[in-house]
């Protein structure tokens, strides 16, 4: 079997290749990039692999049987066509199985939505691609949070629209670790599958940046109005209001979910308090 996985110049891309390289060896791996001289740490063979080129993404795909289609980050309406143009120069290539790194969230009724439903599209594109599938829905990354430790601290508190909503944040290296299985274990093929953390507050993130960093923030809750203007005015018109409608679906409820996450990898998640000791080590 020769296993690939897409974007790894980035960082979710590169998670799930070291995952599988260490996990199956250096030979039965093989990254596609749209920028292959961005990747000089994995130590296998990395081939172009842009979204935008259909005819590329064939020939990189020759003699792969599984991969990974990790979501790309362009507006809605392009991204499904993207991820159309990697499924069908897989099935083209002869790959027998997909798993793609899909999301969770509001589907309906917030500035993100509209990124939700592409993500549905490609969910609909590969179970109808004729090929072995299994797909996962990622929780929101956690890390960010930690990178935003200054920007946190200098204003003393996390404010945002998500209220007393609970999010089921996860890793990326907990997502690797998910994502090898899906490409592993056929015996998941054919599912779609939660793959987040326990659900917790913005008081309780507080709390764990708190203890393991000796901070003193609170948690002050905007209106979703409110937060979007601010993101906005900070990050810009596209990423502004997406992250505006991410923090209303917490408050929605929509990330308060249990997850599949041991049902796929056969142990839970890595726990927050577990996640939030081995930073402050
Ligand atoms: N769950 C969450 O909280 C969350 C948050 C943000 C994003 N996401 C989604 O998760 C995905 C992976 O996250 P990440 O942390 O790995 O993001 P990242 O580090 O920013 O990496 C994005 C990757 O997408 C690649 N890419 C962009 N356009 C492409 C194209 N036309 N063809 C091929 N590759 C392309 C980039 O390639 P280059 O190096 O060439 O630019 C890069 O490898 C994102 O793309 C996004 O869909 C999820």
Same mark, same amino acid.
């Given at each position: 079997?020769t296993?690939a996985?897409?974007?790894?110049?980035?960082q979710?891309?590169?998670?799930?290749?070291?995952?599988?390289i260490?996990?199956?060896?250096d030979?039965?791996?093989?990254?596609l990039?749209r920028?292959?001289?961005?990747v000089?740490?994995?130590?296998v063979?990395v081939?172009?692999?842009?979204?935008?080129k259909?005819?590329?993404?064939?020939?990189?795909?020759?003699?792969?049987?599984?991969?990974?289609?990790?979501?790309?980050?362009?507006?809605?309406?392009?991204?499904?066509?993207?991820?159309r143009n990697v499924?069908? *120069?897989?099935?083209?290539?002869?790959?027998?199985k997909?798993?793609y790194?899909s @999301?969770l969230?509001?589907?309906?009724?917030?500035?993100?939505s509209?990124?939700?439903?592409?993500?549905?599209?490609?969910?609909?594109?590969?179970k109808?691609?004729g090929?072995?599938?299994a @797909?996962g829905?990622?929780?929101?990354y956690?890390e960010?949070?930690?990178?935003?430790l200054?920007?946190?601290?200098?204003?003393g508190?996390i404010?945002n629209?998500?209220?007393?909503?609970?999010?089921?944040?996860?890793?990326?290296?907990?997502l690797?670790h998910?994502?090898?299985?899906?490409?592993t274990?056929?015996?998941l093929?054919?599912?779609t599958y939660?793959?987040?953390?326990t659900?917790i507050?913005q008081?309780?993130? *507080?709390?764990?940046?708190?203890?393991?960093f000796?901070?003193?923030?609170t948690?002050?809750?905007?209106?979703?109005e409110?937060f979007? *203007?601010?993101?906005t005015?900070?990050?810009?018109?596209?990423?502004?209001?997406?992250i505006?409608g991410?923090?209303?679906g917490?408050?929605q409820?929509?990330y308060?979910r249990?997850g599949?996450?041991?049902e796929?990898t056969?142990?839970p998640?890595?726990?927050w308090?577990?996640f939030?000791s081995t930073?402050?080590?």
């Amino acid at each position: 079997m020769t296993y690939a996985v897409t974007a790894v110049s980035g960082q979710l891309g590169r998670e799930i290749a070291r995952g599988l390289i260490s996990q199956l060896g250096d030979e039965t791996v093989i990254g596609l990039a749209r920028t292959p001289s961005k990747v000089t740490d994995l130590g296998v063979e990395v081939r172009p692999g842009d979204y935008d080129k259909p005819e590329q993404l064939q020939t990189s795909l020759a003699g792969v049987d599984a991969l990974v289609i990790v979501s790309g980050m362009a507006p809605p309406e392009d991204r499904i066509q993207q991820h159309r143009n990697v499924i069908d *120069a897989a099935r083209t290539a002869g790959v027998k199985k997909l798993v793609y790194t899909s @999301i969770l969230g509001p589907e309906v009724g917030t500035r993100f939505s509209p990124v939700v439903q592409s993500n549905r599209q490609t969910e609909a594109d590969i179970k109808n691609s004729g090929l072995n599938w299994a @797909i996962g829905r990622n929780g929101i990354y956690i890390e960010p949070d930690i990178e935003y430790l200054e920007s946190y601290k200098a204003r003393g508190e996390i404010a945002n629209s998500a209220g007393g909503g609970k999010c089921g944040y996860t890793t990326r290296p907990e997502l690797a670790h998910a994502y090898a299985a899906l490409l592993t274990r056929d015996e998941l093929n054919g599912g779609t599958y939660d793959l987040n953390g326990t659900p917790i507050t913005q008081d309780q993130l *507080a709390g764990y940046l708190n203890r393991a960093f000796d901070t003193h923030l609170t948690y002050r809750e905007m209106t979703p109005e409110a937060f979007v *203007a601010d993101r906005t005015a900070e990050l810009g018109d596209f990423i502004g209001p997406i992250i505006g409608g991410i923090y209303q679906g917490i408050r929605q409820g929509v990330y308060d979910r249990r997850g599949a996450y041991a049902e796929v990898t056969g142990r839970p998640h890595q726990s927050w308090d577990d996640f939030f000791s081995t930073l402050r080590a």
